[in-house]
């Protein structure tokens, strides 16, 4: 039955639906040429992710039961096993997997819409808006941005399948089980679809007659159950010590003051909706403890924004429902839970399905009854917005095409925006650029607040021991423990500073006292390492490596100073077959071996010539 009425739907419909297509291809198609990116999500998701290298019930369990990027999002993950399994680590696969669901949803929302009794027309230019507005080339581009538009298609099947229950159409019992199945769908890949709950309660308030079951409530109790649940796991995996970090205090200090900052926010999304220009990375959106004149006016715009609604909900329940369904797509993102990023233009994504509904209600209400003249202007001009929305998209998703263009972006729309200095700095070290990345975090570091500052000064403190100048590193490690004292990241930093400087006994107490924050901490395990190493301690050290082994997968500068601990430990065997590991995995230092006196008691092996002569020809081994 299903697939007679969605075939006979696309039949009917197949020139909107085409062109929905031809349009998204046209402003999202040139996308397929950008990177990953190096420094935002995309490893931590994508290439630096193992899970998603193959189907095997490893990495299954390890979607379901792992925490990635702070977040709970399994299926997020399977998806991208399906890319990976489809292409590779190939970007262009990945994008395309994302216009394929934005698509997606953008058709949904188009027979979502019709459902509702829009005219093709209306409904057509609605699915336009949606699926080509600026506001939305963040979740559409960005690889790791796959939540959102995985989850809105899932959030739009189950509202699909809720309307045929409520409406008691053919096999609606089987639709109820399939609305709750796809909701529990849309929860596992981003928390937001929360909201489905309430916009079901909205509906029912605004539609009574399409309602033609009783208990209006007791049906949304399981929905209402999954949403709790997945908002507590999303509210407990977005703290610090689950490696999420999204989750901080009140901005301001106060819910008082959060809500005065996110007044002139609220209204800058209602600017962005219809002025979409100087989008951006990253907002630095001024925190605010006082009532000035700018949340003043902000309060009053949408007062009188509250007013309109109410009058709208009295007059025309229908026309309510689309307008109600903006301010519930921003309820998780309003900072009642606070966040640390105040705003995003991702976090339109789910309001612009209100904002788009409105705009096709708007345009069925003015070609309603209007002569040929004014519906072909009307037309025209709906087809002009597209066509400019489309355009703005298409320049604004250019500038995702890699890390770089990314955060020089950023820093020039937002130059108060310590994220954006901070990641631009990132993405200067990754390129070899120490000064410039020095300037960048710099900058970051005056504009800090919260936990952007322990991100600026630890980086700083690194880049700073990088270009050899460990007063500087000193200085800002020391602000960093000041600032932080459980930083554990800080403690090793400075036990670097002993290590350089030839102090172990200082730089021994560091590591420890950062590995007591943080057990797992990797960097401080293998420099703890490398300190008893140094100092003739080759078993304490080999136990902190073989500890690493637990956490990651073995690396070829680990298994090489294994295999010195291996050698001074006087287990030669042991040692050559480390040393042949860090050889297989590509360490390419033959000097630093031959000059290397932790591997003096492996030297005159004849596997040790063997190895040398296979992974270095033409190198001749000391004394032979």
Not at 116 to 145: C, D, K, N, R, T
Not at 462 to 487: N, S, T, V
């Given at each position: 039955?299903v697939?007679?009425?969605a075939?006979?739907?696309i ?66 993950i399977?998806?991208y ?17 994302n ?7 953008a058709?949904?929302?188009y027979?979502l ?11 057509l ?12 080339v ?10 959102n ?5 899932f959030?739009?099947?189950s ?16 639709a ?12 596992l890949?981003k ?63 106060s819910?008082?003051?959060t ?17 979409p ?43 309510f ?18 966040l ?7 976090y ?14 708007l ?24 066509a ?69 000064l ?12 460990p ?34 006994a200082?730089?021994e107490?560091?590591?420890l ?27 304490l050290a ?33 040692s ?11 360490y ?37």
């Amino acid at each position: 039955m299903v697939i007679k009425q969605a075939t006979t739907f696309i039949r009917e419909n197949l020139l909107p639906l085409l062109l929905l297509g031809v349009v998204a291809l046209a402003v999202f198609g040139p996308s397929l040429g950008h990177d990953f990116l190096v420094n935002w999500d995309d490893p931590g998701y994508v290439t630096k992710n193992e899970a998603i290298r193959s189907f095997g019930p490893a990495n299954l369990k390890a979607a379901f039961t792992s925490f990635y990027v702070g977040n709970y999002a399994p299926l997020q993950i399977v998806s991208y096993m399906l890319d990976h399994a489809l292409w590779g680590l190939k970007p262009a696969g990945f994008i395309f997997a994302n216009i394929a669901y934005h698509l997606l949803s953008a058709v949904l929302f188009y027979a979502l819409l019709r459902r509702f009794s829009f005219s093709a027309g209306g409904a057509l230019f609605a699915a336009l808006l949606f699926l080509v507005h600026p506001v939305q080339v963040e979740s559409v581009v960005w690889i790791s941005q796959r939540k959102n538009v995985l989850s809105m298609v899932f959030y739009l099947v189950s509202l699909h399948c809720y309307l045929s229950w409520a409406r008691r159409e053919e096999g609606a019992a089987i639709a109820y089980v399939a609305s709750l199945a796809a909701f529990a769908a849309a929860l596992l890949v981003k928390s937001v679809a929360v909201i489905l709950p309430l916009t079901l309660l909205l509906h029912d308030r605004c539609f009574p007659a399409e309602r033609r079951r009783g208990g209006a409530f007791a049906d949304k109790i399981p929905y209402l159950l999954a949403a709790l649940a997945i908002g507590y796991l999303a509210v407990l995996t977005q703290s610090a010590e689950y490696g999420g970090g999204g989750r901080t205090g009140y901005h301001g200090g106060s819910p008082w003051a959060t809500l005065l900052t996110m007044l002139p926010v609220y209204l800058t999304y209602i600017r962005m909706i219809f002025w979409p220009v100087d989008l951006s990375v990253a907002y630095a959106p001024p925190v605010r403890t006082v009532m000035d004149l700018e949340v003043i006016g902000a309060a009053l715009v949408l007062l009188l924004l509250v007013a309109g609604a109410f009058r709208l909900y009295r007059k025309n329940r229908g026309g309510f429902f689309w307008v109600a369904a903006i301010p519930v797509g921003l309820l998780p993102v309003s900072q009642i839970i606070p966040l640390v990023t105040l705003m995003n233009d991702r976090y339109l994504y789910f309001p612009m399905i209100g904002v788009a509904a409105c705009g096709g209600y708007l345009l069925d209400r003015l070609l309603s009854g209007s002569p040929v003249g004014r519906r072909q202007t009307v037309t025209a001009a709906c087809a002009v917005l597209i066509a400019l929305c489309g355009f703005a998209s298409l320049q604004r998703a250019r500038v995702w095409q890699n890390s770089l263009r990314l955060w020089e972006d950023g820093t020039a729309k937002q130059p108060a925006s310590a994220v954006a200095w901070y990641m631009l700095g990132e993405v200067r070290a990754k390129d070899g650029d120490v000064p410039a990345a020095i300037a960048a975090e710099e900058r970051a570091r005056d504009l800090c607040r919260g936990v952007e500052c322990r991100l600026a000064l630890r980086k700083l403190g690194e880049l700073y021991l990088q270009a050899d100048m460990p007063d500087k590193a000193g200085e800002r490690i020391g602000e960093l423990l000041r600032l932080f004292p459980d930083a554990a990241e800080g403690h090793a930093l400075s036990g670097h500073i002993g290590y350089q400087s030839g102090d172990m006994a200082a730089a021994e107490n560091s590591y420890l006292k950062a590995l007591q924050l943080d057990p797992g901490l990797v960097s401080a395990k293998k420099a703890l390492g490398n300190v008893y190493l140094a100092t003739g301690r080759p078993r304490l050290a080999m136990e902190q490596y073989t500890g690493i082994l637990r956490q990651q997968k073995q690396s070829a500068d680990l298994a090489y100073v294994m295999a010195c601990a291996a050698s001074l430990m006087g287990n030669r065997r042991l040692s050559l077959e480390y040393l042949d590991e860090a050889l297989s995995l590509g360490y390419n230092s033959p000097d630093s071996i031959l000059r290397n006196p932790e591997l003096d008691a492996i030297k005159g092996e004849e596997g040790f010539v063997r190895l040398m002569q296979r992974h270095f020809p033409g190198v001749v081994p000391n004394g032979r």
